[in-house]
Protein backbone atom coordinates (compact mmCIF):
# COMPACT_ATOMS: atom_id res chain seq x y z
CA UNK A 1 0.00 0.00 0.00
CA UNK A 2 1.61 3.13 -1.10
CA UNK A 3 1.51 5.71 1.55
CA UNK A 4 3.02 9.53 1.77
CA UNK A 5 3.04 11.57 4.97
CA UNK A 6 3.97 14.96 5.05
CA UNK A 7 5.58 16.64 8.21
CA UNK A 8 7.11 19.53 8.79
CA UNK A 9 4.06 22.53 8.54
CA UNK A 10 3.56 25.12 11.24
CA UNK A 11 2.84 28.81 12.05
CA UNK A 12 5.39 31.25 11.35
CA UNK A 13 5.93 34.66 10.67
CA UNK A 14 6.71 36.09 7.26
CA UNK A 15 10.12 36.02 6.10
CA UNK A 16 10.80 32.76 8.20
CA UNK A 17 11.31 29.90 6.73
CA UNK A 18 9.84 26.22 7.40
CA UNK A 19 10.89 22.84 5.60
CA UNK A 20 8.22 20.00 4.89
CA UNK A 21 8.87 16.65 4.31
CA UNK A 22 7.20 13.71 2.45
CA UNK A 23 8.38 10.10 3.37
CA UNK A 24 6.98 7.61 0.73
CA UNK A 25 7.03 4.02 1.19
CA UNK A 26 4.78 1.01 -0.11
CA UNK A 27 6.42 0.92 -4.06
CA UNK A 28 9.83 1.80 -5.49
CA UNK A 29 9.65 5.28 -6.92
CA UNK A 30 12.57 5.11 -9.02
CA UNK A 31 10.65 6.01 -12.09
CA UNK A 32 8.36 8.59 -10.70
CA UNK A 33 8.04 13.03 -9.98
CA UNK A 34 7.37 13.78 -6.74
CA UNK A 35 5.16 17.31 -6.47
CA UNK A 36 4.38 19.65 -3.84
CA UNK A 37 0.54 21.71 -4.42
CA UNK A 38 -1.04 23.99 -1.77
CA UNK A 39 -4.67 24.70 -1.29
CA UNK A 40 -5.85 27.63 0.38
CA UNK A 41 -9.02 28.17 1.79
CA UNK A 42 -11.72 28.86 -1.00
CA UNK A 43 -8.85 28.45 -3.75
CA UNK A 44 -8.11 25.36 -6.44
CA UNK A 45 -5.43 23.44 -5.58
CA UNK A 46 -2.30 24.39 -7.58
CA UNK A 47 1.34 23.56 -8.33
CA UNK A 48 4.56 24.94 -5.98
CA UNK A 49 7.22 22.36 -7.36
CA UNK A 50 8.30 18.85 -8.66
CA UNK A 51 11.48 16.78 -8.80
CA UNK A 52 12.02 13.47 -10.70
CA UNK A 53 12.83 11.05 -8.29
CA UNK A 54 16.49 10.58 -10.35
CA UNK A 55 17.01 13.99 -8.72
CA UNK A 56 17.78 15.58 -12.66
CA UNK A 57 15.05 17.85 -13.50
CA UNK A 58 13.47 20.34 -10.66
CA UNK A 59 10.43 22.81 -11.14
CA UNK A 60 9.02 25.14 -9.40
CA UNK A 61 5.72 27.83 -9.69
CA UNK A 62 7.06 31.04 -10.72
CA UNK A 63 5.24 32.57 -7.63
CA UNK A 64 8.18 30.45 -5.30
CA UNK A 65 10.78 30.47 -7.78
CA UNK A 66 13.58 31.73 -5.64
CA UNK A 67 12.22 31.10 -2.16
CA UNK A 68 11.74 27.89 -2.50
CA UNK A 69 14.39 24.36 -2.94
CA UNK A 70 12.97 20.74 -4.01
CA UNK A 71 15.32 18.06 -3.05
CA UNK A 72 14.86 14.09 -2.16
CA UNK A 73 17.10 11.89 -0.56
CA UNK A 74 17.08 8.67 -1.91
CA UNK A 75 18.19 6.29 0.82
CA UNK A 76 15.26 7.78 2.98
CA UNK A 77 12.82 7.56 0.38
CA UNK A 78 11.61 11.05 1.52
CA UNK A 79 11.09 14.38 -0.35
CA UNK A 80 11.88 17.80 1.13
CA UNK A 81 10.23 21.46 0.42
CA UNK A 82 12.79 24.07 1.85
CA UNK A 83 10.62 27.11 1.88
CA UNK A 84 12.53 30.80 2.72
CA UNK A 85 11.44 34.39 2.81
CA UNK A 86 7.54 32.56 3.65
CA UNK A 87 5.10 35.56 3.00
CA UNK A 88 1.31 35.68 3.90
CA UNK A 89 0.01 34.24 1.10
CA UNK A 90 2.18 30.80 0.73
CA UNK A 91 -0.61 29.97 3.65
CA UNK A 92 -2.04 26.62 2.44
CA UNK A 93 -2.75 22.92 3.06
CA UNK A 94 0.79 21.23 1.29
CA UNK A 95 0.13 18.05 -0.06
CA UNK A 96 2.99 15.61 -1.90
CA UNK A 97 2.34 13.92 -4.59
CA UNK A 98 3.67 10.93 -6.45
CA UNK A 99 2.94 10.39 -10.24
CA UNK A 100 4.70 8.21 -13.11
CA UNK A 101 4.36 11.45 -16.15
CA UNK A 102 3.62 13.91 -14.27
CA UNK A 103 5.06 17.46 -13.17
CA UNK A 104 2.45 20.47 -12.81
CA UNK A 105 -1.09 18.88 -13.37
CA UNK A 106 -2.32 17.15 -10.36
CA UNK A 107 -4.33 14.83 -12.53
CA UNK A 108 -0.71 13.09 -13.07
CA UNK A 109 -0.59 12.36 -9.33
CA UNK A 110 -1.47 9.04 -8.74
CA UNK A 111 -1.05 9.12 -4.90
CA UNK A 112 -1.55 11.81 -2.29
CA UNK A 113 -0.60 12.45 1.14
CA UNK A 114 -3.03 14.07 3.82
CA UNK A 115 -1.55 17.68 3.99
CA UNK A 116 0.22 19.55 6.50
CA UNK A 117 -0.46 23.25 7.08
CA UNK A 118 1.35 25.99 6.36
CA UNK A 119 0.87 29.68 7.96
CA UNK A 120 2.38 32.39 7.51
CA UNK A 121 1.45 35.25 10.07
CA UNK A 122 2.17 39.16 8.49
Known amino acids: QVQLVESGGGLVQAGGSLRLSCAAS????????MGWFRQAPGKEREFVSA????????YYADSVKGRFTISRDSAKNTVYLQMNSLKPEDTAVYYC???????????????WGQGTQVTVSS
Open 97 to 111: AAGRWAIVDPNDYNY
Open 51 to 58: IRWSGDST
Open 26 to 33: GRTFSSYA
